[in-house]
């Protein structure tokens, strides 16, 4: 019995193993795609074959990693142990996605913020503001309005499901905290919408966060607009069309950017979905309404607004600055354009409004240095600070970035003291 137990079990992983051949070569069965940036890897050729990359290795190497890459259900078997490991050990085979409490799903970068893990320090913090505050006043004088929204955190939102790895019960002061704290003081012009979502939710009849996505809800981003487009009406004292809606689909069936984050996953099964609600969004109708021109200087969370027409029927125009680097829609291909390649003078001068939205995760890299560039360009008593700037350079440059938060997690250092250390290196 034993003896033909063995002999079943070994043809039938030789079974797999020609299944699995025959689709590498023939590609029979269309399978889906992992979801994610991945580099197209090719199919090994015997046409890289020499004999000195067979004696240094460099053929085998290359051969086999390209015949992983493309071997027959890769990808279902991929998603398979992704479950496996998801279900059974609570492990993410995604680096960037915290499961937490409640199956609560994060990008790390939320929690790092929220409990205080890269603060930048205060110094540098207040030369950011004191700059944004002379830009600010110094536009105001030409008739346009420089705002800052601080857009929802899911770390904020949801700080009861963060892991007890990370001590948010001994949490350290944050961007988020001292960046708001200083705005206010300091009597510059923002929208603090993330203190709002966190203010409503007890009380909201539905998700302002899915669990398993990055981004606000649907439900949440209209409320958002809706609170934006009244913000602007009152500092610029005008009518601008209002968004609004009569009906809702209420659905457990979620739009994929409600569950972007668990896509990232690369699961075998859907994860069980909370019910969420999606307004039939309209737009007024009113030819004495005013359409102002509004620049939008954002991360990933506008690209919702975006994607629902709000600027196209609100706004006179549609400018979407992307981390103030590429412009939206031309972000792609040969055609992409970029924000460094502008005029800026023109550009900031054309506008009535200039919104600067920034989510708690990237508050690091504060206003994406956009009030940094004005700043120089405008104030004739600019004076460079080649420390400050190194720091600016720093935190503008994702590589280096992550390589300081690993630095101060390896010497169990502040960040803030890693940046220092950096900007003053010769």
């Known amino acids: ?37 991945f580099e197209k890897i090719e199919k090994p050729s015997y046409k ?49 996605v915290i499961i937490g409490k409640n ?39 030409k008739g346009i309005e420089l705002v800052i929204v601080f857009e929802p955190g899911k770390a904020s939102y949801h700080s009861e499901y963060i892991p007890e ?15 708001t704290n200083r705005c206010n003081e300091l009597a510059i012009a923002n929208l603090d919408l993330n203190k709002w ?11 302002l966060y899915p669990r398993y996505g990055v981004h606000w809800s649907t439900y949440g981003m209209m409320l958002a607009a809706d609170t934006i487009i009244k913000y602007i009406e009152n500092i610029h004292k005008i009518n601008i069309p209002h968004i609004y809606w009569n009906d809702m689909k209420i659905t457990n069936k979620l739009k994929d950017a409600d569950f972007d984050i668990e896509k990232t996953l690369n699961l075998a099964f859907e994860l069980p979905h909370e019910t969420m609600a999606y307004p039939k969004l309209k737009f007024e109708k009113n030819k004495y309404k005013v359409k102002p021109k509004v620049l939008t200087i954002a991360d990933s969370y506008y690209w919702s607004v975006y994607n629902n027409d709000i600027p196209q029927n609100v706004f006179t125009n549609q400018q979407f600055w992307y981390y103030n680097k590429t ?20 550009e900031i001068e054309s506008q009535d409004v200039i919104l600067i939205m920034i989510t708690e995760m990237n508050l690091f890299n504060v206003f994406y240095h956009f009030t940094d560039d004005a700043y120089k360009m405008y104030c004739k008593d600019y004076k460079q600070d080649l420390i ?25 250092k502040r960040f803030e003291d890693v940046l220092n250390q950096k900007a003053t290196q010769k």
């Open 165 to 179: 790895k990370y001590h948010p019960e001994k949490k350290l002061l944050s961007n988020y905290q001292y960046i």
């Open 103 to 141: 199956n609560c799903l994060f990008e790390e970068g939320y929690i790092l913020d929220y409990c205080g893990h890269n603060f930048v320090g205060k110094t540098y913090i207040d030369e950011k503001l004191r700059r944004a505050k002379w830009v600010q006043d110094y536009l105001k004088t």
């Open 48 to 96: 890289y074959f020499t004999w000195e990359r067979w004696f240094n290795e460099d053929f085998q190497t290359n051969f086999n990693n390209k015949f992983e890459n493309n071997l027959g259900f890769r990808n279902p078997l991929i998603r398979v142990k992704n479950q496996i490991d998801y279900s059974l050990f609570r492990v993410s085979n995604n680096y960037k």
């Open 388 to 412: 400050y700037e190194k720091k600016c350079a720093l935190l503008n440059n994702s590589s280096s970035y992550v390589d300081i938060i690993i630095e101060a997690d390896k010497t169990q």
């Open 1 to 37: 019995m034993e003896k033909k137990l063995k002999h079943i079990i070994f043809i039938f992983i030789i079974c797999l193993l020609f299944i699995s051949f025959i689709q590498y070569q023939f590609n029979l069965i269309k399978i889906k795609p992992l979801d994610g940036a």
């Open 197 to 207: 979502f966190v203010s409503i939710k007890d009380t909201i009849k539905y998700p």
């Open 327 to 346: 412009i939206y829609p031309d972000i792609w291909g040969d055609n992409a354009k970029y924000v460094d390649k502008l005029n800026l003078k023109k």
